[in-house]
Each structure stands twice: as C-alpha cells, then as structure tokens.
Nanobody, 125 residues
Framework: VQLQASGGGLVQPGGSLRLSCAAS????????IAWFRQAPGKEREGVSF????????YYADSVKGRFSISRDNALNTVYLQMNSLKPEDTAVYYC???????????????????WGKGTLVTVSS
C-alpha cells in the first residue's frame, strides 16, 4: 500500500503547479483523499480534500479560489492544481487517504490511514 505524491518544484510567484497523488496496492475509490502541507517550523496544515462518496471538496481559506482538487479513479490518482502561487505556499505537500476530520472548519490530520512521502513546493523569485 503506497501513496506517491509528485509534481513539486520551484515556481515564481503567480505561477502554477499540479501535484499528483498516485496510489498503488489499493483503490482510491473508497477513500477521501486529502492534501496537507508543512512549512519549515510550522505545523502540518490541511489544504484540501475530495470525498469519494459524493465528490464533495474542501479548501482551506488560504488557498480557496486558487487551488483545485480533482480525482481520476481510472488512473487511481488525485490531483491538486495550484494557481496564483504565493511565497507563503512554500512547503512540503503530502497526500493522504482515509477519513477526513474537520474541526471548526479546519481540516486536521487525524483519521487519515495512509500517507505519502511529501513533495516540495518552493515559490520564490
């Protein structure tokens, strides 16, 4: 069972990146898939998720209107399209599968069963 996040890199402010989260050894169909990020010296932050049951989505206020999450069940992959990137988006991004937990409107890491290794996103000129 493995999740593999990819697509990170160095991008200038205002640029775009698309992260991918590919699953192997299990099917993503039955899981909610979430993206978290962790900047140096900061706690892991919930960014977005997409549910398998109804395709409903969530975005943190900090990324709302700029990021978009989608899934391709045929490819067993979830994507995070990130537009209008800002330096404060710089972080290691992780994807996770499991049961999403939202507390007071904030996605928290509890309940996620599987985690991928992160992919680094650096937004800098």
């Amino acid at each position: 069972v493995q999740l593999q996040a990819s697509g990170g890199g160095l991008v200038q402010p205002g640029g775009s990146l698309r992260l991918s989260c590919a699953a192997s050894g299990f099917t993503l169909d039955y899981y909610a898939i979430a993206w978290f990020r962790q900047a140096p010296g900061k706690e892991r932050e919930g960014v977005s998720f997409i549910r398998s049951s109804d395709g409903s989505t969530y975005y943190a206020d900090s990324v709302k209107g700029r990021f978009s999450i989608s899934r391709d069940n045929a490819l067993n992959t979830v994507y995070l399209q990130m537009n209008s990137l800002k330096p404060e988006d710089t972080a290691v991004y992780y994807c996770a599968a499991g049961f999403v937990t939202v507390v007071h409107g904030t996605l928290i890491p509890d309940g996620m069963d599987y985690w991928g290794k992160g992919t680094l996103v650096t937004v800098s000129s």
